[in-house]
């Protein structure tokens, strides 16, 4: 599943579109170079899963949380040199704690992806400010988190 983006508004808008329809224990990896507009994204999510307060690039964190109408647990991979420093910080247990990881550069290190989670591809296409935003599901929720996300945003591209 494919959108196209041509404002940093409508790219957030389409995360809080998906915020709304995540819960407890989804996992949302974010792929794309710099500045492609993976943090704005999780800036959507956030703001649709109801997050109140600021929401930044994970910087002297390896994860950052955030609260809203579930934990949200957010950790950009591009900073950390292997899956090492993951488990030191006891990555598996992030898991079992009723929340939403969404990460960032998720891609760079695969063995922290678990089997089922959603795949978000951000590309830049035409001019500045044009953005192609690829979906790819791992597995049947995520798929029909895609089938209603398409819905929602149909008229939008
Ligand atoms: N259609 C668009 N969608 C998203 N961002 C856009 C768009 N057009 C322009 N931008 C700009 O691109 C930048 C995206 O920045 P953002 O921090 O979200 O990127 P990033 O993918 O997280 O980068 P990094 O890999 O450095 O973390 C913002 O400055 C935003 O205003
Ligand atoms: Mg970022």
């Given amino acids: 599943m ?5 404002s940093p508004v409508t790219t957030e808008a ?3 579109e998906l915020g709304k329809m995540l819960g407890s224990g989804d996992f949302v990896s974010l792929t794309g170079d710099l500045g492609a507009g993976k943090t704005l994204f999780v800036h959507g999510i956030a703001s649709g ?8 690039s994970p910087s ?22 292997s899956y090492q420093e993951l ?13 939403i990881i969404l990460v960032e550069w998720g ?3 695969p063995e922290a992806l678990p089997v089922d989670y959603l795949k978000i591809e951000i ?7 044009g953005r192609l935003l690829r979906f790819i599901p791992h597995g049947k929720h995520y798929e029909a988190v895609i089938k209603e996300l398409a819905i929602k945003c149909e008229s939008w591209a």
């Fill in 107 to 109: 891609d760079l290190i």
């Fill in 49 to 56: 899963l109801a997050v109140k307060g600021p929401v930044s």
């Fill in 60 to 81: 002297f964190l390896i994860i950052q949380e955030y609260q809203g109408r579930y934990p949200i647990f957010h950790c950009d991979f591009y900073r950390l040199g």
């Fill in 87 to 99: 488990e030191d910080i006891g990555w598996e247990e992030y898991f079992n704690r009723g929340g």
């Fill in 123 to 129: 590309s830049q296409v035409g001019r500045e400010n």
């Fill in 2 to 6: 494919e959108i196209h983006s041509y």
């Fill in 14 to 16: 389409i995360g809080r």
